[in-house]
């Protein structure tokens, strides 16, 4: 399993040395621990991804058709590549949007949900983080450029219409256990937007009582 999110953003130092890691995010994958909120045509999108997270989003989606438009908040990333990939396919298929808040926080696995979005927009102030992924025993920037383990990461990027050279950046900017914070000369250079930065919307709340809490985690602050 390939897996695209910070340990220690996720799993208290207590639960690592009380049991290993594998074991720890086998447990993760089967809770739900993303959550999700309506507001009006928007979708309010917060924290793990994991393998509950579609079904989650499958279910609202169907329940709220007049939603267009998934908000990215506090999101430190996703347990399993596959169904974020999968999650992130369909959510390109129902013509969805993906939108940051000048508040908004995203790394890892969160980066590769966004860019699903057909129109993908971000306020300024709004942080993206990537970093490289590893299998258990080596880091993607160990493999060949030619090798057959970049195909899943790198085919879905390509997917998505944002240009490959945005996934080998993402490898050999910071290793697995780390975390690169892209400037916006890079979100725009590597096309992650669909449109130019907007102004930051100071009135914009997100719907969640402990967003400040998770944005501290994600930003390790």
Known sequence: MKNRYLVSFLVSAALLLASCETAAILALNRAKVTDLKVEGDKLYVM?????????????????????????????????????????????????LNTHLTAQSVIASGAVDLFVSGVERTMEDGAKIGVHSWDDGSKEAADFPRDSKEHDLNKDYIVAM?????????????????????????????????????????????IPFADFAENRKEVLEE
């Open 47 to 95: 924290d793990l991804l994991n393998s509950k997270t579609f079904g989650q989003m499958q279910e609202i989606i169907s329940t709220n058709p007049q939603v267009d438009t998934l908000v990215f908040t506090a999101m430190p990333g996703s347990i399993d590549d596959e169904v974020t990939f999968k999650m992130g396919r369909w959510i390109r298929s129902k013509e």
């Open 161 to 205: 219409n944002v240009p490959v050279e945005f996934y080998w950046f993402t490898i050999y900017e910071a290793p697995a256990d780390a975390i690169h914070w892209m400037s916006n000369a890079e979100i725009n250079k590597y096309k992650l937007l669909t449109a130019p930065i907007m102004d930051a919307d100071t009135s914009q709340d």
